[in-house]
């Protein structure tokens, strides 16, 4: 009789920095973005204090950019790291009881109970002073994690030897483990800069003109307390483009733009160990999970009549919307893996079901209206003139089905078998499914006996693989004919189609093979692998595919056309303590890749799409796809050099002239002559630049040999 007990238990509390907004300034001092606190202190100029002459924190600086200034106050990073919260509470315990009972010669039974428990909160919040809280007005977010894991045992095990040849063994039980964690929220209010005039506030602070002034004023130069706007009448014709650029300072004081977003994603895990726990039995194992993912989106917006200047007819005069996004996702995923267990050893495997399932379905809707009765009234629900307005939704699901099984003899030879089946909505009823699978095996050459001799290597292995993967499109609902309302017809409104059902669409599909081997030697001290390379892509889904015009449209949303070839090779080596001195340790990592693309099929249409013409222009480059070239090919002149004099001579005269001279040559290298017998020179884009070129000019080769370089000369250089 055995009895044992154990437990673990444990109380955190982390505190972090505290984060601002992860957005790129441009130019900006702050263009790697600002990820803390700490960071923005050291960005922040020297001269400015941290407290001012009361003692208290300095939030006026005049070196401030205007993300993070707004009504004079600037924020003072030394606060913000004081002041933020940004924490994390974990409690967790871990707990175990275990007893085992002989009853006879043979024969014990077993209970054990376990139990892990966690608890994680994370509280945060910026208040209106700081970096991140300036703009919203303070924010604030909780979140909370619990996850339970319960797991009880009962087993009877009974071992008996039967002579010297056999051993019965035989084990019976019942075991489960459960799971099970709550669920997150997290809810945001933030008020941030309207962008209803085609971009951020610094972009169009940019654009304004900096010698026009921010605020009305007299002609003594004293504020008259409101913003500046400019007046088309009295504006120059020189000026008319900045009428379209409103004043930025005015934009972030009086436009409104709030967002209010609400998530909440509950997660829950079901582990059960259907069969077995030990290496040492048959074991079979459930794992089911299941997803929510609900959002909703609110953001409202007002821009006065006072940011504008074309008066209280423009769509802009006491403009407001509204939109609103709601959307319902639930995804589940349920497998089973069971373990067989082989009295010989030398025999492993592992067999893995898996399904999954996602749907969902989105709704929205966005309301514009202009000319609101006055300033104060900021919803787009309130009476004025409707500019827009508009909804819609979407549903999408999917199916995904996965087998694998491993087997390995010896822990030398490996075989792994992949098979997965995908059925999507993304596509036509009878082209949704999608079959896709792998082979891969591995060979452990340094566990073989005849490799025990060479004691420098630890490690070598053979590899072979060969995968079939699927692509699907980004849009749902390709299928399907839409139609939408047109201006007119006949003088009525009325309905029309908006594009071609796609029914025939099919996955786009890629083969890989890839095989490699990886070694380790001198006691793991340098290792590494290589990996050799070659993937087909066919049936490409290609987006945007131009159409002739007579069909009614000019473009489909994707057809499959096309196949390209990957091809290449990765070498990795990594030494580990290479040079050990001391408390001195060196180690590195070195990476070697080569990679080729090449188009294998492309339709004439796609490449006269992709294909421009010539130009001729200094500085402009030809862009082209080429069957079985590379994508993203470089075309040009080939260079050959500088021609070191201007006048020809079959010998050199130095400082006169010389044999490399720009005089056309055919295919053979000999100097063309003309009817006179004299040299016929070199000249660029004769019917049009017609430059003839001289000593000291680049030299390029001349491809069909007519002493004209021009598009006809334009060759494939390297990718």
Partial sequence: FLIALSSTMGKTKQHSLSTTQPVNYFSSPYSAGITNSLTYALFMPPVVPVYDVNGNYNYVNPYENAYFKLNGIAANPVSDLENTTAETLTNYALLNAWLSYYIAEGLTAKAAVGANLTDITQNYFAPSYTALGLNEGGVGSIGHKQNQVLQGELTLDYERQLGDNHYLSALLGYTVQSSQTNFNLSYADRKLNNTQYGGDLLSIAYKKMPNIAVYEEDRDGNRNGGFYTMDPNLTSTQLQDQLSIPNPVAVAYLATNNSRN???????????????????????????????????????????????????????????????????????????????????????MQILARAEYESGNSTSQNLNKYGLATGDITSPLAGGVLSS?????????????????????????????????????????????????????????????????????????????????????????????????????????????????????????????????????????LSGDLDIYTQ????????????????????????????????????????????????????????????????????????????????????????????????????????????????????????????????????????????NGRTKPMRFDFANANYQFKGGDAKYEDINHDGNINELDIVYLAS
């Fill in 262 to 348: 609400l998530t909440l994603s509950p997660e829950f895990i079901l582990q059960y160990d259907l069969l077995g726990t030990d290496s040492e039995s048959h074991r079979l194992k459930y794992e089911g999970q299941v997803i929510f993912n609900i959002q909703s989106t609110d953001t409202d917006s007002f821009l006065p009549t006072s940011l504008q200047t074309g008066g209280w007819t423009s769509s802009n005069s006491n403009s407001a919307s509204s939109s609103q996004y709601k959307s319902n996702g639930f995804s589940t995923r349920h497998s089973l893996t069971y373990t067989p267990y082989f009295h010989n050893t030398n025999h492993r």
């Fill in 389 to 525: 307005f508009s909804s819609g939704s979407g549903r999408w699901r999917s199916n995904y089905y996965t087998a694998q099984a491993h087997y390995s003899y010896k822990g030398k030879y490996s075989v792994t078998g992949t098979t997965r089946i995908d059925r999507v909505t993304k596509f036509g009823p009878k082209r949704r499914l999608g079959v896709f699978g792998g082979l891969s095996a591995r060979w452990n050459i340094s566990d073989e006996t005849w490799m025990e001799k060479v004691k420098w290597l630890d490690l070598l292995s053979v590899r072979l693989g060969w995968g079939r993967s699927g692509g699907q499109p980004g849009s749902e609902g390709l299928y399907y004919s839409k139609y939408a309302a047109v201006a007119s017809y006949m003088g009525e409104t009325a309905i029309a189609p908006t594009n071609i059902r796609l029914g025939n669409l099919q996955w786009q599909q890629t083969d890989s093979w890839n095989g490699g081997f990886n070694f380790a030697v001198f006691d793991n001290k």
């Fill in 536 to 675: 087909k892509t066919s049936k490409q889904l290609v987006s945007g595919y131009k159409i002739p015009s007579s069909a009614g449209y000019t473009t489909l949303a994707y057809r499959n056309t096309g196949a390209i070839r990957n091809s290449g090779w990765e070498f990795n080596l990594n030494g580990n303590q290479i040079i050990k001195s001391g408390k001195f340790r060196l180690s590195f990592n070195v990476s070697f890749a080569n990679n080729k693309n090449e188009v294998l099929e492309m339709e004439p249409t796609i490449l006269a799409g992709y294909n421009k013409e010539f130009d001729r222009n200094n500085g402009s480059y030809l862009a082209r796809v080429q069957l079985h070239n590379p994508l993203g090919a470089i075309y040009g002149f080939r260079y050959k050099g500088v021609y070191q004099y201007t006048e020809y001579s079959a010998e050199e005269i130095p400082g006169v002239s010389g044999p490399d001279a720009p005089v056309a040559r055919n295919a053979e290298g000999e100097v063309i002559l003309n009817e």
